[in-house]
């Protein structure tokens, strides 16, 4: 019986570890692949996000697909795999801030004007999420760079140039531009009735000095 019983625990831990194997990303090729349907799966593709519901659960998957990729110091098929996924999981992230820094509309920004008691809190979260945003686009453009200049031809076939990083670098750099002109438009307007403090997760709580904020 103890013969028996441990047969069994051998069967499962090979079983086990076959599924893994399997389970296992280890060439360019097929982890593209593999990447191409699960973005699709969402309405995505290398370059577009899908709908902001959809952004989160792609993002888990595309993080478990990560995990799953095998570095191999002697054959590099997977570096430039890693890198695509380093890219969209940035990129992704960055257009997940900004749909949620615009989830107030029109009234996300000072272009429609504010008042201190009633749209500054709103704006300066409006302004630090979008900040995050082009932070995180930005640091997305570093492994995408790193895919176009080391294996040129694996990007041109997902349609990604120096042309993508210029869009992408010119892009973040106007949303940064008018996140902080909102966040200085609210500073200097209503810094004689608000007292601004800054949470760890990088939004902001604002209380008022007296009755006269606006």
Known sequence: MKLIHLIAILLAALLMM??????????????????????????ADFQNAPLKEAIPSLIAELQAFQRKIVENVENDDT???LLVVEYRLLSLES??????????GDASTTELGFGC???????LNSSALRIMAASKGMESV?????LIEGYPDKAVALNLSQRTVLSLTTTYAVV???ALGDKGNVEGFCKDSIVV???TDGLYHVTFVDDSGE
Do not use: H, N
């Open 79 to 81: 570096a430039p795999l």
């Open 95 to 104: 257009d997940r801030l900004l749909l949620e820094g615009f989830k107030w």
């Open 117 to 123: 008691r009633k749209g500054s809190e709103r704006i």
């Open 142 to 146: 570093g492994p995408l760079r790193g």
């Open 18 to 43: 076959a599924g893994c194997a399997q389970q296992q990303v280890t060439s360019y090729d097929k982890g593209i692949t593999q990447m191409s349907k699960l973005q699709e799966k969402y309405g």
């Open 176 to 178: 940064e531009k008018q």
């Open 197 to 199: 403090a800054q949470d």
